[in-house]
């Protein structure tokens, strides 16, 4: 599969893992051409003083303004908190079968690394996960494939990198 991803920097993400995403999706089984746009701020449209979190669902309307070619996903990388109605947090959010994701470093950043995992495979398999449902995959059964739901650090660090061959098959370009 082939396609094309505009990387978006909202807030004041790492350039460590801008740098990191650039590099990895375009080896990834997506095989995305990536592009770096302008950062998106301020975001402060999005933020909830009662729950001191950003609403993901807000973030991704305004990644859908911004100009891009047909096909291309756009795909906003936060170090801020999000979340969405009815969830505590979300490590990020998608538009199924549309043209904009989000992720957040923000929780995968601040807890423990276990069996070996890094904080840029953490951000590896949110993206993969977050892109992969704009192309209409929804979540998957198998805990090894990267559309395995995630409801903790812990779950993104077991599960892999990449879509299982059922996962893969089904992918919409």
Known sequence: MRCNVRIVPVG??????IDFLLRYLKDSDLEA?????????????????????????????????????DGERVLGVTELDLYVPGLNFVFGEALYTGAAAVISTYRLESMPIIFGATIESRVAKEAIHELGHTFGLT????RSCVM?????VFETDIKGERFCNECKGKLQV
């Open 12 to 17: 004041n993400p790492s350039r460590r893992v």
């Open 33 to 69: 051409e990536t592009y770096l746009s302008e950062p998106l701020h301020p975001v402060e449209f999005a933020y909830n003083p009662a729950r001191r979190q950003y609403l993901s669902t807000a973030i991704l309307r305004a990644l859908l303004g911004i100009n891009r070619v």
């Open 139 to 142: 979540h998957c059964s198998r």
């Open 148 to 152: 395995s739901f995630s409801n903790s």
